[in-house]
């Protein structure tokens, strides 16, 4: 076992539904984090109190901070990575939950190939079974690049592991695609980020559609264009890629729309490769 440290950073907004199971399944994981950070991003209702209740009987070491202000999932998370004390940082949003394996699978990938950054992995929407144990010889990797995230959003949030000293954040001023923004970053800086083709992670709400963030397209639509837009403006994309990656991300928009127009709440079952 690697005696590499992992912070979880959990932010949380009116959780107290949720956020019990979220920190019962990182209690559960083969290779514990040194802690858990919970940014209470002022909510309204009990979150604060069952975090606390739940630290009471919890085996990691919790640390609560509550937001002044309501100010969005991506500063939240920017506040608890920059507490973080731990060689890599996790985040997981309260609603959803880990597979026991998560964090043991992922700090070896990365114990074993310093210069990757970042890694990842596939997520389940729907029935998801965390009791099947994974055989490590059988893991398949793949190693992505700042152009593969550019044809979609290879990581989902809660999936995702980083080296803490990275100099990286999530973009303040974004509530939507936050996360794409500094996946993008980091692929474009770093060059390695390693995707391992396991489903570790329960997401309550689908990639698009459902009732979370995830269901305001037409926000996510404009926070992709802003996150293109602001790459170019920062170098980062190269001036000939602009105008195809914002067609191509148009075109996806479109075909969402139809989608969740046409099916609904049966939007939850599509492929995470749209």
């Known amino acids: 076992m690697t005696t590499v440290s992992v912070s979880v950073v959990i932010p949380a907004f009116n959780a107290a539904l949720t956020i019990d199971r979220a920190i019962q399944s990182i209690q559960r994981q083969t290779q514990l984090p040194r802690e858990i950070i919970v940014v209470d991003d002022a909510s309204t209702d009990n979150t604060r109190q069952v975090v606390a209740n739940t630290a009471q009987e ?13 100010v969005g999932p991506g500063v939240s998370r920017n506040t608890g990575w920059d507490l973080a004390t731990s060689d890599l940082v996790a985040f997981l949003d309260s609603d959803d939950f880990w597979h026991p394996q998560k964090l043991a699978i992922q700090v070896t990938q990365m114990c074993a190939e310093p210069e990757i950054v970042m890694s990842c992995h596939d997520r389940s929407v729907g029935d998801f079974s965390t009791s099947n144990s ?55 800086n770093y060059k390695r980020v390693r995707f391992i083709e396991l ?34 403006q920062q170098q980062a994309l190269p001036g000939l890629l602009l105008v195809p990656v914002i067609a191509w991300s148009t075109m996806r928009f479109l075909v969402r729309l139809v989608d969740h127009l046409i099916l609904g709440d049966r939007i939850q079952t599509v492929s995470e490769s749209r």
């Open 199 to 232: 489903s570790l992670v329960h997401c309550v709400n689908p990639a698009y559609g459902g009732p979370g963030l995830s269901g305001k397209l037409w926000l996510m639509f404009q926070s992709e264009i802003r996150v293109f837009i602001a790459l170019r």
């Open 58 to 70: 919890c085996t990691v070491p919790i640390r609560l901070v509550t937001n002044s202000q309501n």
């Open 134 to 188: 994974v055989q490590i010889s059988n893991i398949v990797v793949q190693d992505l690049s700042f152009r593969d995230f550019l044809i979609r959003n290879r990581c989902a949030t809660p999936s995702v592991l980083v080296r803490r000293t990275i100099r990286e954040r999530f973009h303040p001023e974004l509530r939507f695609a936050e996360d794409y923004h500094l996946w993008l970053r980091i692929a474009r």
